[in-house]
């Protein structure tokens, strides 16, 4: 088996359909066949993440940032239901031996489910999924525009399912991280008493990159509150959001939120962490400037911070740290190979 790096690959533009054209994977699109293997896990953005928008890891960087679009119409969720509309012969298996809440990264939660559920048809699988992980397929927006592409039904009226009952085994999956009622603080921060901070909810515009850094923001901040409010610090993210009058400070996190908001007036000071995504010193830096006073060792230690959330698995039944080793052949026999230390690796 040869094993390939997309990002080492030649890409084609492709037009998908409804005026979106995205740069795809050449092997992908000549491929005679495809294998497609995503993890059954609800997502924070798009309610769930099944086959189709696994997809998604098949388009350039580029690509991955178009689909967060601010467009009002032409929004994650349209962007989602266009990729499997050129898809060569396939077969989806969703891996829900482990299945996650509140995905994609570690701070989610994981199940141990024991569930795969399989189909040549990607949308009828994606269905059956979106149900298992405790949603009707109508609950979630980009199912409902790929009814529209495929002109089928979105309830599983199409669909024969064979093996367990989806009612035996479904269960739900929350997708969403909860925020203070009016969306303005992540309500780990408000139990931990955080003040002087507003920090806005997460919205479809958020590529995966900056996603991934807001992540360590978040981190950042728990590590460096000492229990004195902060003089009104406004962090915001995406493509969309706007300042909100009377912060003193506001962080702009992403060269999006700069070009979107460089020149608005409700801004008293403004912090830009500029980049695509911005890199870890640049974080550091507009943080410390707006008073949040995180340590200038912080970032040297983010690799570990997947261990941190998987402690939570630790000792539990159906994690045995086994499971997650490789093991290779060679001549003396099979050889521990590596250790993988979180279970967000296998996801």
């Known amino acids: 088996m040869k094993t390939l790096n997309v990002f080492e690959r030649p890409f084609t533009k492709l037009d998908v359909g409804g005026g979106v054209v995205l740069n795809f994977n050449e092997d992908f699109l000549q491929s005679d066949f495809v294998v497609n293997l995503p993890v059954l896990k609800a997502h924070s953005q798009t309610v769930v993440s099944l086959g189709i928008k696994n997809l998604k890891g098949l388009t350039d960087v580029h690509s991955r940032k178009k689909c967060h679009s601010p467009h009002a119409k032409k929004n994650l969720d349209y962007m989602i239901a266009k990729l499997a509309n050129k898809l060569p012969p396939s077969f989806t298996l969703l891996d829900g031996i482990y299945t996650a809440e509140r995905g994609p990264y570690f701070e989610g939660r994981l199940r141990r489910s024991n569930l795969l559920i399989a189909s040549r048809d990607i949308f009828s699988v994606d269905k059956v999924g979106a149900m298992v992980l405790g949603y009707d397929p109508s609950e979630v927006p980009y199912l409902v525009h790929a009814a529209q592409d495929f002109e089928r039904p979105i309830d ?4 024969e399912v064979v093996g367990e009952k989806i009612e035996a085994v ?10 203070t009622e009016d969306g303005m603080l992540p309500k780990a921060l408000e139990k931990m008493g955080i003040k002087g901070l507003c920090y806005p909810k997460y919205d479809h515009t958020i590529c995966t990159y900056c996603s991934q850094l807001n992540t360590v923001v978040l981190m950042a901040i728990v590590n460096a509150w000492r229990g004195e409010p902060w003089n009104e610090v406004e962090i915001l993210t995406g493509k969309r959001m706007k300042p909100t009058a009377g912060k003193k400070k506001t962080i702009l996190l992403g060269k999006c939120m700069v070009q979107a908001n460089k020149n608005n007036a409700n801004i008293q000071e403004m912090i830009a962490a500029k980049g695509c995504p911005p890199d870890l010193k640049g974080v550091l830096k507009a943080l410390q400037q707006a008073g949040i006073d995180v340590s200038s060792t912080f970032f040297e230690t983010m690799d570990m911070a997947a261990g941190f959330f998987m402690k939570r698995y630790e000792g539990k039944p159906g994690f045995e740290e086994s499971f ?5 052949e060679g001549e003396e026999g099979p050889h521990l190979s590596e250790k993988i230390s979180t279970c967000s690796k296998n996801l």
């Open 170 to 179: 479904a269960s739900r999956h929350e997708y969403a991280h909860p925020y």
């Open 156 to 159: 599983l009226s199409d669909v």
């Open 324 to 328: 997650y080793q490789i093991v290779w």
